[in-house]
T-cell receptor, first 115, second 116 residues
Framework: AQTVTQSQPEMSVQEAETVTLSCTYD???????LFWYKQPPSRQMILVIR??????QNATENRFSVNFQKAAKSFSLKISDSQLGDTAMYFC????????????FGAGTRLTVKP | DAGITQSPRYKITETGRQVTLMCHQT?????MFWYRQDLGHGLRLIYY???????DKGEVSDGYVVSRSKTENFPLTLESATRSQTSVYFC???????????????FGEGSRLTVL
């Protein structure tokens, strides 16, 4: 079974600075997807960024980028130029390719952006 | 574009009562899921469905029942609610092909259930 570990329950960052959230996972699969979801106080789950394991290039979405290290099974999220609206819970998630599309989630990291 | 909706958003019930949480999606996605969110555990899969009339257990399915007679609906029933089932419940859907990005889950807004 796959497991996802987020070792930082809480983090904070000053507005406009950069922060990195950590995620590691355990799997014997070779083909899979990794995700970061954001959950603001509204409780809505919002997809931030997605990475396919077969792609060596790290995914980027505007101020959000990942550092995907397949051999180390590491998938960290970097948020540049942090904004107050980035305050949220962030969940790292794993999905096996070709499976039933169910995701395994980490316990989450609560990020607070301070003015 | 209504997307995926859950009802009720908030529910308080008593131990032993039956509770049904509703989920409806308008995208005709094949896959639907129920997760529960608890502090320190992230989201854990309760049940999933690959298509109408096809359902399977997730990692925390004890005490829950699902059905999927129509593609767009995926209700979750707690047959005899317990305090340990106090949680926030999320319904999600996913397409296996088409314009939607493969692998992405789309979530409802969640249903907060309190069992007294």
């Amino acid at each position: 079974a796959q497991t996802v570990t987020q070792s930082q329950p809480e983090m904070s960052v000053q507005e406009a600075e950069t922060v990195t959230l950590s995620c590691t996972y355990d799997t014997s699969e070779n083909n899979y997807y990794l995700f970061w979801y954001k959950q603001p106080p509204s409780r809505q789950m919002i997809l931030v960024i997605r990475q396919e394991a077969y792609k060596q290039q790290n995914a980027t979405e505007n101020r959000f980028s990942v550092n995907f290290q397949k051999a180390a099974k590491s998938f960290s999220l970097k948020i540049s130029d942090s904004q107050l609206g980035d305050t949220a819970m962030y969940f790292c998630a794993f999905m096996k390719h070709g499976g039933n599309n169910d995701m395994r989630f980490g316990a989450g990291t609560r990020l607070t952006v301070k003015p | 574009d209504a997307g995926i909706t859950q009802s009720p958003r908030y529910k308080i019930t008593e131990t032993g009562r039956q509770v049904t949480l509703m989920c409806h999606q308008t995208w005709s996605h094949s896959y639907m899921f129920w997760y529960r969110q608890d502090l320190g555990h992230g989201l854990r899969l309760i049940y999933y469905s690959a298509a109408a009339d096809i359902t399977d257990k997730g990692e925390v399915s004890d005490g829950y029942v699902v059905s999927r007679s129509k593609t767009e609906n995926f209700p979750l029933t707690l047959e005899s609610a317990t305090r340990s089932q106090t949680s926030v419940y999320f319904c999600a859907s996913s397409a296996t092909s088409g314009r939607a990005k493969s692998g992405e889950l789309f979530f409802g807004e969640g249903s907060r259930l309190t069992v007294l």
